[in-house]
């Protein structure tokens, strides 16, 4: 039981809880949520999430807070992202009021897995969607399965706010101008592995990917979206139709507009590296990772300190993370209350 787990030394790294959620979409309807133990799942082997791509997931978390209550952080958000991701891969999308139904209900049922507050580790929920028909010719499914499971985790990287070396990658592009960059889709992340294999070899934990069809802007982050903080104090993230849209960095957004900094979403040249004080990749599984120097061919940019983070994004990962775990106000109502233990 939860009760056994280290709870101060989780990585971020699957462990198995007692209960996952599922509900199908089949004769043109969803059906009821599903309540399994069983972490094995049967499919045909035609079904067109093995062969045709048609597979998604999402990625959100649950915390025990202050108050000792359980909450997830912007599910609504996750929601819309995978109605969006579904639409582009003409799936079936699932109702906003089912993906909530289904994270609030292997929430309860997995609430001796939801990490004390304190810990600084939170309940991971990855929801997944797939296509189940059998086709052998390219054909959109007729039925559908949303799943959701669920998993303590701790920092994506072991030695949590730490800052980080970067490699700009180009010998291999992670999304295509008007692909599937901006959606969730499972394929994506497939496209990325060996470029990120790539950088992880040359000794980088993270690569920077560039725009696909020019390599002269930034697009995101092997995982996670960029960041910046310009040398006269704006917040600076890329305007591309091949970044996912974090749920992270629009909060953080928002957080630097309450804290006063100009936000900017453009276009942003690698040249511009040379202006930024500091750089972070943010998602929800790292919420912000401090990037202290990236290396583009023969030029490496730094910024800062190289092991210090710098104190804008210091700022906002503290805010963010009271907000998450109840030390802060949660003025935008971004906290979506599961249970009161």
């Given at each position: 039981m939860g009760k056994n787990i280290d709870w101060k030394n989780l990585g971020f790294q699957y462990l198995q809880t007692e209960y996952y959620v599922k509900c199908e979409f089949k004769n043109r309807k969803w059906g009821d949520i599903q309540i399994c133990t069983d972490p094995h799942i049967s499919l045909h082997i035609?079904?067109?999430c093995l062969h045709y791509g048609q597979a998604c997931f999402e990625g959100l978390k649950a915390f025990g807070r202050k108050d000792e209550s359980i909450?997830?952080?912007r599910p609504d958000q996750n929601a819309q992202r995978l109605i969006s991701t579904a639409r582009r891969l003409v799936m079936e999308p699932p109702p906003q009021e089912l993906f909530l139904s289904m994270a609030t209900k292997l929430i309860l049922l997995n609430k001796a897995?939801?990490?004390?507050?304190?810990?600084?580790?939170?309940l991971y929920v990855r929801p997944f969607l797939i296509g189940t028909s059998p086709h052998i010719g390219v054909h959109a499914s007729e039925e559908y399965a949303l799943i959701m499971l669920a998993s303590p985790m701790g920092a994506y990287y072991k030695d949590g706010f730490y800052p980080v070396k970067a490699y700009i990658q180009e010998e291999y592009d992670r999304a295509a101008p008007k692909g599937v960059g901006d959606v969730k889709?499972?394929?994506?992340?497939?496209?990325?592995?060996?470029?990120?294999?790539?950088?992880?070899?040359?000794?980088f934990p993270i690569?920077?990917?560039l725009d696909s069809a020019t390599h002269l802007?930034?697009?995101e982050f092997g995982t996670s979206n960029f960041l910046a903080i310009t040398k006269d104090g704006k917040y600076a993230t890329p305007d591309s139709s091949s970044v996912l849209p974090s749920v992270t960095n629009h909060s953080l957004q928002d957080i630097a507009r309450d804290f006063g900094l100009t936000v900017e979403r453009r276009k942003i040249r690698v040249s511009e590296l040379a202006d930024f004080a500091e750089v972070g990749a943010c998602g929800t599984a790292v919420v912000i990772t401090p990037v202290s120097s990236i290396r583009h061919g023969d030029r490496v940019y730094t910024f800062g300190k190289e092991n210090e983070a710098g104190a804008t994004l210091m700022r906002l990962y503290n805010e963010i993370t009271g907000i998450q775990y109840g030390e802060i106000?949660?003025?935008?109502?971004?906290m979506y209350r599961v249970d009161a233990a």
């Open positions: 035609a079904a067109t909450a997830m952080f897995y939801v990490p004390p507050y304190g810990t600084g580790a939170s889709a499972g394929g994506n992340y497939a496209a990325g592995m060996m470029g990120d294999l790539d950088g992880q070899k040359k000794g690569c920077l990917y802007y930034i697009d106000e949660d003025r935008h109502g971004w």
